[in-house]
């Protein structure tokens, strides 16, 4: 979650007391770049990678708004990062393992 915040990708609750209730919106302020990088990185994953493309099509099926769901990929493809590094083994594909 900190790091999604680094990166501008967490979304943010918009409320006041019991008047103001908006949706939730990514801030402004974070790391341009990388927030560009991950960005690219969850098109070309929508593309090419079969699990993320089923959360995606699930995502607007949902009735979702397309950015949400790109944002929505881009916080997967961090926790696909950090799980890695966490678990220091190479990422295993769930739909291989799911029968």
Known sequence: RAFSSYCGTAPFEHRSGTSIHRRKQCHYLGDRKMKSLLSMASVSAIQHDS?????????????????????????????????????????????????
């Open 51 to 99: 699990e993320l493309r089923l959360y995606y099509n699930k995502k607007l099926a949902e009735g979702k708004d397309k950015m949400l769901a790109v944002n929505n990929v881009r916080n997967k493809l961090i926790a696909r990062a950090f799980a890695v590094v966490k678990r220091g083994t190479p990422y295993v594909v769930l739909q291989q393992h799911a029968a």
